[in-house]
T-cell receptor
Framework: DSGVTQTPKHLITATGQRVTLRCSPR?????VYWYQQSLDQGLQFLIH???????AKGNILERFSAQQFPDLHSELNLSSLELGDSALYFC????????????FGAGTRLSVL | TQLLEQSPQFLSIQEGENLTVYCNSS?????LQWYRQEPGEGPVLLVT?????EVKKLKRLTFQFGDARKDSSLHITAAQPGDTGLYLC???????????FGPGTRLSVLP
């Protein structure tokens, strides 16, 4: 158990809908990272938050947004969902981003029908 | 755009054999990590290497970071079926604020 909690584990929804994925980092970790993993694209870095502030953006679509709250949990919002958004979404946390160490949650499997 | 390549893509070996997988890039990274991922689970961190030329050993696993901090290798001695999984390398850049993952090497160790 990495100590990173993601909910829900599975999510099934329809095209055009909006969903929210939640991540609770390990106790004491200030950084949260979001990733998308699909069969054809591998693990893609989406966005990084540190202590409530956005620090870096990767391949995140404009339909996707994220935030980190004062209690350090983070949410990833996906809107106007398309079939191609079906994937595993992981969050990872670390104490300090400079150390380059991330602990991953078990992921949320999103199926868009 | 930072990119990481991994080779081989697939590797199937017998228990007891040695193997090496590679992670290469034309970009310099501030650190490089190796993860192992099982189906349906999140990646699990194996090691972080930070200094060019650094070598780290973890039981039967040996990790090396290239002198120029652009590439890395993972060597497994006497592979066991429990080593089966997807091995991912990840490079950190922009002072560790951004990460890029390689496509992975899928290892199968047959008993």
């Amino acid at each position: 158990d990495s100590g990173v909690t993601q909910t829900p584990k599975h999510l099934i929804t329809a095209t055009g809908q909006r969903v929210t994925l939640r991540c609770s980092p390990r106790s004491g970790d200030l950084s949260v990272y979001w990733y998308q993993q699909s069969l054809d694209q591998g693990l893609q870095f989406l966005i990084h938050y540190y202590n409530g502030e956005e620090r870096a953006k990767g391949n995140i679509l404009e339909r996707f947004s994220a935030q980190q709250f004062p209690d350090l949990h983070s949410e990833l919002n996906l809107s106007s969902l398309e079939l191609g958004d079906s994937a595993l979404y992981f969050c990872a946390s670390s104490v300090s981003f400079r150390a380059g160490i991330q602990y991953f949650g078990a992921g949320t499997r999103l199926s868009v029908l | 755009t930072q990119l990481l390549e991994q080779s081989p893509q697939f590797l199937s070996i017998q228990e007891g054999e040695n193997l090496t997988v590679y992670c290469n890039s034309s970009s310099v990274f501030s650190s490089l990590q190796w993860y192992r991922q099982e189906p349906g689970e999140g990646p699990v961190l194996l090691v972080t290497v930070v200094t060019g030329g650094e070598v780290k050993k973890l039981k039967r696993l040996t990790f090396q970071f290239g002198d120029a901090r652009k590439d890395s290798s993972l060597h497994i001695t006497a592979a066991q079926p429990g080593d089966t999984g997807l091995y991912l390398c990840a490079g950190a850049y922009n002072y560790g604020q951004n990460f890029v993952f390689g496509p992975g090497t899928r290892l199968s160790v047959l008993p």
